[in-house]
C-alpha cells in the first residue's frame, strides 16, 4: 500500500484532477496527471472499475499490482503530481517488469 501522505483520498481532490489534468495511456492503463507543485511529493489514486472486472476480488488484484509498480516508478517523476491510474483487466496477465516499464515511461512523460 501507498503511504498516507502519497494518496489522494478526497473526491474533490480527484474530480479536480480529472477536470484539469492530462490523459497518458499505456496498453494496461489510463493515467491522468495534474502538476502540483506547491507540494513536496506526488499523491496517487488507483481506480478499477467494474468494466476491468465483475468480481471485487479480481479489482482488488490488479489494484494491488498497479501500486506496487508504482512505487517502483515514483522515481522517474521529475516533480511532484497528482496522479490518477485506472487499470484495466490487462493489467493481470501483464509481466510485472512490462507495467514497471510502462509506468516509469508514463511518468517520466510528466
Same mark, same amino acid.
Given at each position: 500500500?501507498?503511504?498516507?501522505?502519497?494518496?489522494?483520498?478526497?473526491?474533490?481532490?480527484?474530480?479536480?484532477?480529472?477536470?484539469?489534468?492530462?490523459?497518458?495511456?499505456?496498453?494496461?492503463?489510463?493515467?491522468?496527471?495534474?502538476?502540483?507543485?506547491?507540494?513536496?511529493?506526488?499523491?496517487?489514486?488507483? !481506480? @478499477?472499475?467494474?468494466? %476491468?472486472?465483475?468480481?471485487?476480488?479480481?479489482?482488488?488484484?490488479?489494484? $494491488?499490482? +498497479?501500486? *506496487?509498480?508504482?512505487?517502483?516508478?515514483?522515481?522517474?517523476?521529475?516533480?511532484?503530481?497528482?496522479? !490518477? @491510474?485506472?487499470?484495466? %483487466?490487462?493489467?493481470?496477465?501483464?509481466?510485472?517488469?512490462?507495467?514497471? $516499464?510502462? +509506468?516509469? *515511461?508514463?511518468?517520466?512523460?510528466?
Amino acid at each position: 500500500m501507498l503511504a498516507s501522505h502519497r494518496r489522494l483520498r478526497r473526491p474533490v481532490e480527484i474530480q479536480d484532477v480529472f477536470r484539469t489534468g492530462e490523459a497518458f495511456f499505456s496498453p494496461y492503463c489510463k493515467v491522468v496527471a495534474r502538476n502540483s507543485p506547491d507540494r513536496e511529493e506526488s499523491r496517487f489514486a488507483v !481506480i @478499477v472499475g467494474k468494466k %476491468a472486472a465483475k468480481k471485487a476480488v479480481t479489482r482488488n488484484r490488479i489494484k $494491488r499490482r +498497479l501500486r *506496487a509498480a508504482i512505487r517502483e516508478s515514483i522515481p522517474s517523476l521529475a516533480h511532484s503530481s497528482d496522479i !490518477i @491510474v485506472i487499470g484495466n %483487466a490487462r493489467v493481470l496477465d501483464a509481466p510485472y517488469e512490462d507495467l514497471v $516499464r510502462h +509506468l516509469s *515511461a508514463i511518468f517520466y512523460k510528466i
